[in-house]
DNA sequence: CTGGGAATTCAACGGCTGTAGAATTCAACG
DNA sequence: CGTTGAATTCTACAGCCGTTGAATTCCCAG
């Protein structure tokens, strides 16, 4: 059983594969990101991406992987306590989206809109590891449509800011968002029933 | 000059290619959409479309013309005065998105994300017919940012209520979102400055 | 009844897509 | 140095796309 052949290489170009298809994914989509593209920025012969990851679903699959986890950053943001707790989320998902991680939020929301194998990934994703923990965390009431409420302003937030580019929107400073929109999540998160 | 040759009928097939087109627009956005699936629905030969209308491009400008027009709507919600404007303003929404309307409306947002064409379309209108008229009618600091600031609200609730579907959003009362959702949009367009 | 012209269809082209399989390169070993 | 087998590339296929221009249908005027 002889331990021979080409050993180095497949761990730099499985890399670079995968960075250029989150930009790419970033970039268009799902569905009009093409592989030749997204070869064609990783220096490669496209039909390398089927052979590393069997398909472009599996590409995709493996390029948007959640950049945050929802077990760390959630205790974390409930630790201070209730109070500050919206402008404190609003705050981090900003941070998150102008953070290098954005680029994968912004191949996933692009993706969401067009694939329904991704709408699909990351509404299960979000129900179980989000909502879930959120769910638990807030002790009241309709906590399922709360952290939904939650996620219509967060979700509005990043596409007119960083998918449609609204001026007024992308100008504006982290902490003057997190100011306006902070007691909006902050009530739908403790604001005793309607 | 003879007036002769065949008379009656792009009237109606125009219409029913216009129909299929919303249909087909708001299933699956402006990429994915397909001149040959339009043409199904309606019943009618592929070619007829870029016949009638010069080009895909040209069936999607003409089949998702907006579907209100801001110069009515907006003085009829400004009309009984400031206080409990956010809330109407959401129920108008959520009216508009379940009235037959919706489909064009859906046809847009789905076709906002993929192409450029269409993002540029909306935001250009949105600027120039709405985000100015409610500029000049709330008389305050900052317009831009404010109304900039209740379309992030309103435009992540469309895309959870109908287009991701989350069940908790989708089971929801008009009335029930409404008393949520409004007092975020009343404090984006009253409260005094930061 | 007959011819003309609009309405509609047919057939096809060129281009792009994801993907499969054969062919080739090349680093590491005996 | 030659063999080996993984890494990579080449070539090609089948399918779908928007669009075109010629062929055909069919209503209506004369």
Redo the contacts with the bound molecule.
């Keep these: 059983?002889?331990?021979?052949?080409?050993?180095?290489?497949?761990a730099?170009?499985?890399e670079r594969i995968l960075g250029a298809a989150r930009t790419q994914f970033g970039r268009e989509g799902y569905?009009?990101?093409?592989?030749?593209?997204?070869?064609a920025g990783a220096?490669?012969?496209?039909?390398?991406?089927?052979?590393?990851f069997?398909?472009?679903?599996?590409?995709f699959l493996a390029a948007v992987e959640f950049p945050v986890d929802p077990a760390l950053f959630i205790p974390r943001l409930l630790e201070p306590g209730v109070e500050g707790l919206g402008e404190r989320l609003v705050t981090f998902f900003l941070e998150t989206w102008d953070s290098p991680a954005g680029s994968s939020l912004l191949a996933l929301i692009r993706s969401v809109v067009s694939s329904d194998l991704a709408a699909e990934l990351l509404r299960e994703f979000v129900t179980r590891e989000v909502l879930g923990r959120l769910a638990v965390a807030i002790q009241l009431d309709q906590p399922q449509l709360r952290a939904s409420l939650v996620a219509t302003q967060l979700v509005g937030l990043a596409m007119l800011r960083y998918v449609i580019k609204v001026e007024a929107l992308k100008s504006a400073s982290r902490e003057e968002l997190a100011g306006w929109i902070g007691p909006s999540i902050q009530r739908y998160l403790t604001e005793p029933v309607v």
């Design positions: 059983m002889p331990r021979t052949g080409r050993r180095p290489g497949p730099r170009t499985r569905d009009k990101a093409t592989l030749r593209e997204i070869a220096g490669v012969d496209p039909a390398l991406i089927p052979h590393y069997g398909s472009k679903e599996g590409v």
